[in-house]
């Protein structure tokens, strides 16, 4: 059995919907699969004396689940006031305008094209919903619009997909670039650094306890890919594809092409680098 302590991040284990912080609830979304780990997480976020609460990341139009998430707010006592996103996939915000219709509540989001309501979300916002203080974070990377929001209260951070609980996210490309990757993960490690963040509170998988471990290992397993990919066009390996079935020999074939997206990303980066 492995040692989930000896993991990148020190996952907690089995991801289960219920507390994970003391302002923090996940509830499990049911739709698992290779890119979505045991499925979404979405979290709902609150005071714990307050009867007002956020939710980010609705998840997958799943009318269950999105009733799920209604009734364990209502059943700690708490009216869900204001949706927030951390990027755009399906498996986040399909459910974002039937949510909003079983909450009335608007929708936030750096994407215009996401939002139901007005305001949307800028770099260093403060969310103060029921006295809860949760800070933006741009992060952009695994997508143009990716967010991560800061809960200093818990000394966490919820991440969407830029932070997984478990192996490594995709750099979807040409929306997601690399450079902008690298730089949101050293604004992390900041957090971690700066901020005292410790807890991960990622769009998939389990809660992580070791932020900045996991911000280390992130930021090594990209600059050992890059190494990887560079070594692979100097032996006359070309396309992207190409690239895959030598870089990523070991990885199930079923993810190749989510690891296509990350090597057209990477080959993007070597080439604006004057690399190859």
Same mark, same amino acid.
């Given at each position: 059995?492995?040692?989930?302590?000896?993991?990148?991040?020190?996952?907690?284990?089995?991801?289960? %919907?219920?507390?994970?912080?003391?302002?923090?609830? /996940?509830?499990?979304?049911? /739709? *698992? %699969?290779?890119?979505?780990?045991?499925?979404?997480?979405?979290?709902?976020?609150?005071?714990?004396?307050?009867?007002?609460?956020?939710? +980010?990341?609705?998840?997958?139009?799943?009318?269950?689940?999105?009733? !799920?998430?209604?009734?364990?707010?209502?059943?700690?006592?708490?009216? +869900?006031?204001?949706?927030?996103?951390?990027?755009? !996939?399906? $498996? =986040?915000?399909?459910?974002?305008?039937?949510?909003?219709?079983?909450?009335g509540t608007k929708v936030r989001a750096l994407d215009p094209a996401l939002r139901l309501g007005d305001e949307g979300l800028s770099a260093g916002q403060v969310i103060t919903t029921g006295g809860l203080e949760m800070r933006v974070v741009p992060t952009p990377g695994h997508t143009a619009d990716s967010l991560c929001f800061h809960l200093p209260a818990d000394r966490a951070v919820l991440t969407g997909d830029t932070v997984?609980?478990?192996?490594?996210?995709?750099?979807?490309?040409?929306?997601?670039?690399?450079?902008?990757?690298?730089? %949101?993960?050293?604004?992390?490690?900041?957090?971690?650094? $700066?901020?005292?963040? =410790?807890?991960?509170?990622?769009? !998939?998988? *389990?809660?992580? $306890? $070791?932020?900045?471990?996991?911000?280390?290992?992130?930021?090594? !397993?990209?600059?050992?890919?890059?190494?990887?990919?560079?070594?692979?066009?100097? /032996?006359?390996?070309?396309?992207?594809?190409?690239?895959?079935?030598?870089?990523?020999?070991?990885?199930?074939?079923?993810?190749?092409?989510?690891?296509?997206?990350?090597?057209?990303?990477?080959?993007?980066?070597?080439?604006?680098?004057?690399?190859?």
């Amino acid at each position: 059995m492995t040692n989930a302590a000896a993991l990148p991040g020190q996952p907690r284990g089995s991801v289960v %919907s219920g507390p994970a912080t003391a302002r923090a609830v /996940n509830v499990l979304a049911p /739709n *698992p %699969s290779a890119m979505t780990l045991d499925g979404t997480n979405t979290w709902i976020v609150s005071e714990p004396d307050s009867d007002l609460a956020v939710v +980010i990341d609705p998840g997958p139009l799943d009318d269950a689940h999105l009733q !799920h998430v209604v009734a364990t707010a209502e059943e700690a006592g708490k009216r +869900i006031a204001l949706t927030l996103l951390t990027h755009g !996939h399906p $498996d =986040h915000a399909e459910g974002a305008g039937r949510f909003a219709e079983l909450t009335g509540t608007k929708v936030r989001a750096l994407d215009p094209a996401l939002r139901l309501g007005d305001e949307g979300l800028s770099a260093g916002q403060v969310i103060t919903t029921g006295g809860l203080e949760m800070r933006v974070v741009p992060t952009p990377g695994h997508t143009a619009d990716s967010l991560c929001f800061h809960l200093p209260a818990d000394r966490a951070v919820l991440t969407g997909d830029t932070v997984l609980g478990r192996g490594t996210t995709v750099v979807a490309h040409p929306d997601g670039r690399l450079g902008d990757y690298l730089d %949101s993960l050293r604004r992390l490690r900041s957090l971690t650094v $700066d901020d005292g963040v =410790h807890t991960v509170l990622p769009g !998939h998988g *389990p809660v992580l $306890d $070791d932020a900045q471990g996991v911000v280390e290992f992130y930021l090594a !397993h990209r600059a050992n890919r890059l190494a990887q990919v560079e070594t692979a066009v100097e /032996n006359g390996h070309g396309s992207a594809a190409e690239v895959v079935a030598h870089v990523y020999a070991d990885v199930d074939r079923s993810l190749w092409p989510a690891a296509e997206l990350s090597v057209r990303a990477q080959l993007e980066y070597l080439r604006e680098h004057g690399l190859i």
